[in-house]
């Protein structure tokens, strides 16, 4: 069977307890913009870059037919990537460690798909990201 030629990931969708506080944690974290959302406000689309995420509260229609999140054992995303230019590494280190977490909960792993460095953290509901630099010095 020959393989599907995919250009990139168009978006990422996750299940959100809190749809306000994870809109402020994507919004001041990283500086997504809000691109749309539906008109009972259950579902919000935000853009980082060419890409999109897709937050759905789990209290909305739509949320309640996809079930809990990841922090109540669901099945939501375990952890994505996100590809960061290396030189913004250092500020998105400190903008995440003084918004949201301890320093020591953010760590510095070598990336062996990309030869770089890459950070974990999470969001409000618990969904690991992985910070890629694709840069061994940052």
């Known amino acids: ?3 599907a030629d995919l250009k990139h990931r168009d978006s990422i969708v996750l299940s959100v307890n809190n ?3 994870s809109l402020h944690f994507y919004i ?5 913009c809000v691109k749309s959302l539906t008109r009972d406000s259950s579902m919000v689309c935000l853009t980082l870059g060419a890409q999109s995420i897709l937050l759905i509260d789990i209290h909305g229609a739509l949320g309640r037919r996809m079930g809990p999140t990841t922090k109540e054992q669901s099945c939501n995303i375990r952890r994505f990537l996100l590809n960061v230019k ?3 590494m250092p500020g998105l280190i400190t ?3 003084s918004l949201w977490s301890p320093a020591d909960n953010l760590a510095l792993r ?3 798909d990309t030869g770089g460095w890459s950070i974990y ?5 618990g969904n690991q990201i992985d910070l890629i630099g694709n840069n061994k010095q940052i």
Do not use: I, V
């Not at 001041?28 to 997504?32: Q, R």
């Not at 953290?121 to 509901?125: G, I, S, T």
């Open 86 to 88: 290396p030189s913004e």
């Open 28 to 32: 001041s974290s990283f500086g997504c």
């Open 19 to 21: 749809l306000e506080h």
């Open 110 to 112: 070598y990336a062996t």
């Open 121 to 125: 953290c999470f969001d409000p509901d």
């Open 1 to 3: 069977m020959k393989q």
């Open 95 to 97: 903008r995440l460690s």
